[in-house]
């Protein structure tokens, strides 16, 4: 898992519609283009990458939320079958401006919701202010978080506000499990081999740039060749079957925490759709 070891050394050794058939093809008038994915709603930890998201029902009175991976969070990296959920916190965010050149502001956590490394690899904080504050403040959007599986074949976007990179790729597949040293994650998103993520790119959105939403949140690579070590994750199918792909990165899909999410930006585990590990 390269980026959860080299991104913590880098932080330190860094000190840190159509129309009906009989209307005239003339008279449509067509949708205004989606604007190319930039690094609006980008931030950076300390030690990894991360976004500011939220769902399409929420409200812009609510707190705003920073997604990040589990393996990012503050108190280390939890334990396979560890789920952390509800602790205060008060760590800071760095949030880019659309051309990721230069920073807006910083952005304060209020509470760690959520983190696990658990079947996904995730952690979602809340901050101290509200989306329509953040969005007066810097005149900068959350990104939204879709709410339906990824499709093979998407074009995809992957965002770090650690290294101010974007990496694009295609969504090249599924893998049924992935394994790397004691963790075991589920549905994980392969990418395409442009997609050759470094220490530093963990927790950058992965965003669909057809839709501009965010769909999964990366997080490992294969670095060397190895089977099923650290930093060397492999897939296994239903069968039991271990293939290792050299140089191949993963994500795990956001669908299911964004199902998570009530109103208010709490979570609710009773909510249709989540499916997180509680």
């Known amino acids: ?5 080299l991104g913590v050394l880098v932080a330190a050794l860094l000190g840190t519609g159509t129309l009906t058939a009989t209307a005239s093809a003339a008279s449509a008038v067509p949708a205004p283009p989606r604007a190319a994915v930039d690094f609006t709603g ?12 939220r769902t399409p029902a929420a409200a812009d009175s609510d707190p ?10 503050e108190g280390g990296m939890p334990s396979a079958g560890q789920v952390i959920t509800n602790r205060a916190s ?3 965010f760095t949030l880019l401006n659309s051309s990721g050149q230069g920073s807006l502001g910083r952005l304060r956590a209020s509470r760690l919701l959520y983190a696990t490394m658990t079947d996904t690899d995730v952690s979602l ?14 005149g900068t959007p959350a990104l939204e978080l879709s709410l339906d599986h990824p499709t093979a074949g998407a074009d995809l976007r992957v965002v770090s506000g650690y290294w101010r990179r974007m990496y694009s790729c295609n969504l090249d597949g599924f893998a049924y499990r992935l394994r790397e040293g004691e963790w075991t994650w589920k549905d994980s998103v392969r990418y395409t081999s442009s997609c050759d993520v470094i220490g530093g790119t963990s927790g950058s959105p992965v965003i669909d740039a057809a839709s501009g939403k965010v769909i999964a949140v990366n997080n490992t690579i294969n670095e060397s060749g190895g089977r099923c070590t650290l930093n060397n994750p492999c897939e296994v199918d239903e069968a039991g079957n271990v293939t290792v792909r050299p140089h191949i990165g993963y994500a795990q899909e956001t669908y299911i925490l964004g199902a998570c999410i009530a109103p208010g930006s709490v979570l609710d585990f009773s909510r249709p759709g989540c499916l997180m590990p509680r």
Not at 1 to 5: A, G, V
Not at 64 to 73: E, F, I, K
């Open 64 to 73: 705003a939320l920073v997604l990040t991976n589990g393996h990012c969070y």
């Open 42 to 53: 980008i931030v950076a930890l300390s030690n990894c990458s991360g976004s500011l998201v």
């Open 1 to 5: 898992m390269r980026r959860r070891i």
């Open 90 to 92: 008060s760590r800071t």
């Open 125 to 138: 904080y809340r901050l101290n202010t509200s989306y329509a504050a953040i969005e007066r403040n810097y």
